[in-house]
């Protein structure tokens, strides 16, 4: 289909960086652990594995949109249920952030780990709907949902590093000043 041809290049970046970025979210994350802290896991549930998600998302998205299809029909479906799947998700990484205990999210993060990948799944859903009859602005929803996954994984990941790094840091350090 020569709709979803032109947008091979866009998948194989977006893609790739999403493979990428899950790499390094798995680096980050095992550095962060051979720190001796107490980490509850509701908090990694709720912050950590919603990039990973969403990265992976990205990753099967370039995937789906890339494979060979000779029409539009079978790739909206599965879109349409990767964003059905994923505002599912979304709520449930709400009800987590909520039951955590580590950390006490302010708006930023709402806006960033739940609102954004929402919004994106949302309009998966949405434009796999009209995807057989508008097939060429579908999928330029489809990557924006796949840029705003990108982005807010992005934004979460650097997020979390570096409230590891300086808040939880500088808590560890007073912790052994104190002692």
Not at 74 to 94: C, H, N, Q, R
Not at 134 to 150: C, E, K, S
Request: aromatic share 12%; glycine share 6%; charged share 15%.
């Amino acid at each position: 289909m020569s709709e979803l041809t032109e947008w091979n290049s866009f998948y194989v970046i977006v893609g790739s960086s999403a493979g990428a970025l899950i790499g390094l979210q798995f680096v980050v994350l095992t550095l962060i652990a051979n720190r001796a802290v107490d980490r509850p896991p509701e908090a990694g549930a709720a912050f950590a594995t919603p990039s990973v998600v969403h990265f992976c998302g990205v990753l099967l998205l370039s995937a789906v949109l890339s494979a060979p299809w000779h029409a539009i029909t079978v790739v909206a479906v599965l879109w349409g249920l990767a964003g059905l799947i994923g505002i599912v998700y979304a709520a449930v990484v709400a009800r987590r952030m909520r039951a955590q205990t580590v950390y006490k999210p302010v708006f930023e993060d709402w806006l960033f780990h739940v609102l954004i990948p929402f919004a994106a799944y949302a309009m998966l859903a949405v434009s796999a709907f009209v995807a057989h009859s508008r097939t060429r602005p579908a999928l330029f929803v489809v990557g924006a949902a796949t840029l705003l996954f990108l982005f807010s994984g992005i934004h979460n990941a650097w997020d979390g590093v570096t409230y590891h790094v300086f808040t939880k840091k500088d808590e560890e350090g007073e912790a052994e000043r104190n002692h």
